[in-house]
């Protein structure tokens, strides 16, 4: 029941539409996962809808310079 409702969770978070398995038990598990997962999802688009910027990577490049020809 455990994988079923990770399976369902991860689904949910990707994205992916939903969609269980045929026994009863498992379909259960797995919806809850999906539920909660789609929940995760939809939070994580409003924290970062509200942002309105997209967060930029920044870096600084050395070179290094062998030593006499500086």
Same mark, same amino acid.
């Given at each position: 029941? /455990?994988?079923?409702? #990770?399976?369902?969770?991860?689904? *949910?978070?990707?994205?992916? =539409?939903?969609?269980? =398995?045929?026994?009863?038990?498992? *379909?259960?598990?797995? /919806?809850?996962? %999906? +539920?909660?997962?789609?929940? #995760?999802? #939809?939070? %994580? !688009?409003? !924290?970062? *809808?509200?942002?309105?910027?997209?967060?930029?990577?920044?870096? +600084?490049?050395? #070179?290094?310079?062998? /030593?006499? !020809?500086?």
């Amino acid at each position: 029941m /455990e994988i079923a409702y #990770r399976l369902g969770y991860l689904e *949910a978070v990707l994205g992916r =539409p939903a969609r269980s =398995p045929t026994h009863e038990v498992l *379909a259960a598990s797995w /919806e809850a996962g %999906w +539920q909660d997962g789609a929940e #995760r999802r #939809r939070n %994580w !688009q409003i !924290q970062h *809808a509200a942002l309105s910027t997209t967060p930029y990577l920044t870096a +600084q490049l050395r #070179r290094a310079v062998p /030593e006499g !020809q500086a």
